[in-house]
């Protein structure tokens, strides 16, 4: 493996208001939820029992273009 070049994994919605608070961006799992519904959201690439799972860097990517979109907005 490359050094540098970071392993995507694969997260469950709980981890993604983890990941939403180290970007500064407090969210709840309601918001979460909300986004799923979003036709940019990160679509689901796995389950682990009841449990969707989806990309860490398509998810990543989608909070850095909210991010985006309310630094724009403000």
């Not at 918001?31 to 959201?41: G, L, M, Y």
Request: hydrophobic fraction near 35%; charge should be positive.
């Amino acid at each position: 493996m490359h050094q540098g070049v970071e392993r995507d994994t694969l997260i469950n919605r709980s981890q993604m208001l983890a990941i939403a608070r180290d970007y500064n961006l407090v969210v709840s799992k309601s918001t979460i939820h909300r986004w799923s519904n979003e036709p940019d959201f990160p679509y689901p690439v796995g389950q682990n029992g009841q449990n969707l799972l989806y990309s860490r860097q398509a998810f990543i990517a989608y909070l850095m273009r909210r991010l985006e979109k309310i630094q724009l907005e403000h």
